[in-house]
């Protein structure tokens, strides 16, 4: 790869047109802000500059480029996120050398075996004897070929030697245990595990007869991580933007049924519990949760947890009532048409939850049980922190038990107090603002966002007398930049060069820098900024003369200490001198 294709692939493609693919973006100025797909936070710290092509996140620190944003949000190696993104751009990289391929990181040869395993998969349960039982249970459970084929469903079936078969093909046993030995499955109906991206990376395969365990799952691989995954998300991600809700469900099953019946925005976990790293990734797409989890003892148990974490994250959740139903794959067996009305009754999550504990206590006339009733919800109206979301949830608690709403609140604050750090003080839980820069780096600042104007006070630059290590190296660089008299006329083209001389430990900074500038003129005129950059050059030109009294002043004291008189007089004059001149 050339770096002139990777210059090429960033200025056809659109830096807030990807990252709007994966968050919801809102304009903030100049700019777009959005909560970061990084990190757990419940207000917007990530800024992406249209003008620029860069973004930075102000809570986890993380930014960078188009490339950089790919690589963290997708988990690929640079040379994966390139080829994604010229894919998009419709540009054609050169062919790598050999050395280039053999370093290249593995992941592509494990999607390789998961994908010819499924392909095998799904070819005995279509196509040969050994997968028509397991066939024909799919088939009862309402599930067409056409969803199959879909979701890449297959059959693994019993003493059939799956490892030959992938060696003969040129895989090695290596490459096969890497991958996380799909060899083991036997007398399993195998539903692959996609990414987001659509790449195959792991196996959940249901025992078709008796045995345990009823469902076994790939093991972690250097592609499946269960607490990240998200089976059916490769398919729904669209329908969560435009129906602005996800259906949350417990198994393959379930997700495939919702689907094939033409509700794309379900998901399920990947053979884990939904952990919050899964609800932070849905709460990119939708900030809405319709939970649809098992009609049992089990699954109204994960409900709780579920709002529990949602209730943290500050996202909204809603609880499917399946009523004689086991779950969703068995309502669209038995009644299809039972599905709209269930959704439309579905209850508010805590307000489910404070039904349950109603039941759970009995009659209300006595105050014992409405104590019983409360005490249970205090934990789980604790942990929010959203005020008006605490309003509502204390009157519907209120009224639901008969007492008054001062009760409950004054109840909930005692069990969510802030936390204490040691000093005995509240502890400050906002998030950190963006730092205010020194003089000289708002300087810097603006003269990597407006080059072609410092070029025009190169002598002004050139007198500045830098105040740290850090200014001194990225002036150093900004000066040899200066002298491309095309790439000064590219405030984007230069800002990426910038950050690419001066390495990655700088970056970070660089791309603050540059936030700031936006975030104080949105609309940065060239007119504005010769007034500004005359501002600070002046402000820089006081400084350096404040420093050089200082440094005279200091002189003069340590010439005193030492008797020299002869020193101190000389001295004297220059502070003088540079007293009467004034710089």
Known sequence: MSSNEIEEVKQRLDLVELVGQYVTLKK???????????HQEKTASLMVSPEKQIWKCFGCSLGGDIYKFVMQVEHLEFGDALRMLAQKAGVTLQSRTRSEYQTQDSKSSLYQINRACAKVFQTI?????????????????????????????????????LKSLLLKHGFTANDLAKAGSPERFFDRIMFPIFDVLSNPVGFTGRILGEGEPKYLNSPETPIFNKSRVLYGLNLAKAALKEKNYVILVEGQMDVVALHQAGVTNAVASSGTAITETQLVTLSK???????????????????????????????????IDFGKYKDAGELFEKDKAAWAPIVKEASEGVEWWIAGEIAVAGQLDFIENKKKVIKAMLPILGLITDPTRLDHYAQRLALAVGVKTDSVYESVKKVSQPPVNNLGTKTDTQKPKVALLTNEEQF?????????????????????????????????????????????????????????????????????????VSQEWP?????????????????????????????????????????????VKKLMSQLSDLTAKGV
């Open 125 to 161: 349960l279509l196509e040969r004897d050994a997968g028509k039982a397991a066939l024909e249970y799919l088939r009862k459970r309402g599930i067409k070929v056409e969803t199959i084929k879909q979701f890449a469903i297959g059959y693994a079936p019993k003493n059939f030697d």
């Open 285 to 319: 797409y939708t900030p809405n949760f319709l939970l649809a989890f098992d009609n049992d003892t089990a699954g109204k148990a994960t409900t709780k947890k579920v709002i529990e974490m949602l209730l943290r994250l500050d996202l909204n959740s809603k609880v």
């Open 28 to 38: 903030a100025g100049s700019n777009y802000k959005a909560q970061c797909p990084f």
């Open 523 to 567: 609309e940065l005129t060239d007119e504005t900024a010769k007034g500004l950059i005359d501002e600070k050059i002046s402000r820089l030109a006081t400084g350096r003369y404040d420093l050089k009294k200082e440094n005279l002043a200091r002189a003069i004291k340590r010439a005193q200490v030492a008797g020299d008189i002869n020193e």
């Open 444 to 516: 810097l600042a603006l003269a990597i966002a407006k080059p072609a104007l410092i070029v025009e006070r190169k002598k002004d630059f050139d007198e500045v007398i830098w105040q740290s290590v850090e200014t001194v190296t990225i002036a150093e660089s900004l000066k040899k930049l200066y002298t491309d008299t095309t790439l000064v006329k590219s405030p984007t083209q230069f800002l990426s060069k910038v950050k690419n001389t001066l390495g990655p430990d700088l970056e970070g900074k660089i791309d603050s820098w540059q936030f700031w």
